[in-house]
Antibody, heavy 124, light 110 residues
Framework: QVQLVQSGPEVKRPGDSMKVSCKAS????????LSWVRQAPGQGLEWMGW????????LYAQKFQGRVTLTTDTSTTTGYMELRDLRSDDAAIYFC?????????????????WGKGTTVNVSS | QSILTQPPSASGTPGQRVTMSCSGS????????GNWYQHLPGTAPKLLIY???QRPSGVPDRFSGSKSGTSASLSISGLQSEDEAVYFC???????????FGGGTRLTVL
């Protein structure tokens, strides 16, 4: 079945970097892209960016520009999200999700398969 | 502060119909499409409705979505206890060039 399996929880210190992986299976990896979303404690969902697994094109939310890098490895059907210079407010659950997007006079973008999330704690 | 506005809570009794709203603007729902996700803490969010009113395979037809102007709605008929969850709306925002979410509506089945 189609699934995304994420790496395990991480504990980081302020200023550290983290890299979360997202292993895809059950579908043709390069026909979709991966999007990353996070949820801080008690907060809603926050979109971080997406990467096309077909050509590696990326788009980052302005808030994370310069601090986040999304990559994919098509040989292992795995996506990665690296976030640098961590702060205490980066403590959150990070989700990867397969997305579909397109344009038909309007733009549509939805995430139909999600990983279970990776909990990241940032504390000195 | 979320770009899309959702009421923080909603409730209903088993068998009832509940409708949740999601208010946006011309740069998101008004010019693009709305999606709905169901989220239980500790689990992966689940896509319920995409492009305003489409259901992925496996989602019961008790769940339906609609869009009017700059707002989207999610309706759940025949409410069941297992429907207790947080429901998020989302859309693409042309001005921000980003996916935007609502703050989520926590549904309680009384």
């Amino acid at each position: 079945q189609v699934q995304l399996v994420q790496s395990g929880p991480e504990v980081k210190r302020p200023g550290d970097s983290m890299k979360v992986s997202c292993k895809a299976s059950g579908y043709t990896f390069t026909k979709y892209g991966l999007s990353w979303v996070r949820q801080a404690p008690g907060q809603g969902l926050e979109w971080m960016g997406w990467i096309s697994a077909h050509n590696g094109n990326t788009l980052y939310a302005q808030k994370f520009q310069g601090r986040v890098t999304l990559t994919t490895d098509t040989s292992t059907t795995t996506g990665y999200m690296e976030l640098r210079d961590l702060r205490s407010d980066d403590a959150a659950i990070y989700f990867c999700a397969r997305y579909t997007s397109g344009s038909q006079g309007y733009y549509y973008f939805f995430m139909d398969v999600w990983g279970k999330g990776t909990t990241v704690n940032v504390s000195s | 502060q979320s770009i899309l506005t959702q009421p923080p809570s909603a409730s209903g009794t088993p068998g009832q119909r509940v409708t949740m709203s999601c208010s946006g603007s011309n740069s998101n729902i008004g010019s693009n499409t709305g999606n709905w996700y169901q989220h239980l803490p500790g689990t992966a969010p689940k896509l319920l409705i995409y492009t305003n009113d489409q259901r992925p395979s496996g989602v019961p037809d008790r769940f339906s979505g609609s869009k009017s102007g700059t707002s989207a709605s999610l309706s759940i008929s025949g409410l069941q206890s297992e429907d207790e969850a947080v429901y998020f709306c989302a859309s693409w925002d042309d001005s921000l060039n980003a996916v935007v979410f609502g703050g989520g509506t926590r549904l309680t089945v009384l």
